[in-house]
């Protein structure tokens, strides 16, 4: 049984993406759940000390020539849970935006964490101006209802990547900053956040060795055990 969302968001707050992709990869876990492509674009561009921890609240845009799709009722961003982090999967190609600055507006009413966009973002005077944290693959200026629409939330999404087969569930744990994002499955929150202590604590032990006089090789050998 999954842990307590709570408990494990709790948790988390310590650690960095770094760190949650180390723990990750220490059960040989793909790529660390690194998500590849994601940029932070709010409240600045890659720079500061933003970090957003959450459950995931996917939504899934379609493009407007799928007739077959469903269509959302009511706008997704009104249904986006306390707490969560909003992941939003756009349709290739992604050319017009999916996500602009009145979205972000009622996103921080609702009290998200934050977004993270698969495709284009737009308004990112008004993202900034909220302080509100956002990171995407792109940016554009061009609404996309012309183009592609919301169709579900909740549901699995794949990463638009040519390097990865990764897909975010509904209620994974997101967490992101200006390294990047990764995709910590819920099953596996227990298993990392027991793990990521022991990494943490012998790369500190390399770090007093290197400022010590030893060298690289030296210290990887006795903490990290190559």
């Not at 602009?100 to 009290?111: D, E, I, K, T, V």
């Not at 944290?133 to 699995?156: H, I, Q």
Request: overall charge negative; charged content about 20%; proline content about 7%.
């Amino acid at each position: 049984m999954p842990a307590d969302p709570q408990e494990v968001i709790q948790r988390l707050q310590k650690w960095g993406a770094c760190d949650v992709a180390d723990g990750l990869s220490r059960i040989k876990y793909p790529n660390g759940g690194f998500l590849e492509g994601l940029t932070m674009y709010s409240p600045e561009y890659q720079a500061g000390e933003t970090k957003i921890i959450g459950q995931a609240f996917t939504v899934q845009f379609v493009p407007k020539s799928d007739e077959t799709a469903p269509k959302l009722q009511g706008n997704y961003i009104d249904q986006v849970p306390s707490g969560s982090v909003v992941f939003i999967s756009q349709p290739l190609p992604q050319v017009n935006a999916v996500y602009g600055g009145l979205m972000s507006l009622r996103a921080q009413a609702l009290n998200a964490a934050g977004v993270v966009i698969d495709g284009r973002v737009r308004d990112l005077g008004e993202h900034r101006a909220l302080r509100f944290p956002l990171f995407a693959k792109s940016v554009g200026t061009t609404a996309g209802g012309e183009v592609c629409g919301p169709s579900a939330v909740n549901v699995p999404v794949r990463l638009n990547s040519e390097h990865q087969d990764a897909w975010v569930q509904p209620g994974d744990y997101i967490i992101a900053d200006l390294n990047g994002v990764v995709r910590l499955p819920q099953e596996l929150a227990e298993q990392v956040l027991d793990a990521i202590p022991v990494i943490a604590e012998a790369d500190a032990k390399c770090a007093e060795g290197i400022k010590a006089g030893r060298t690289v090789e030296e210290v990887f050998e006795e903490f990290r055990g190559r």
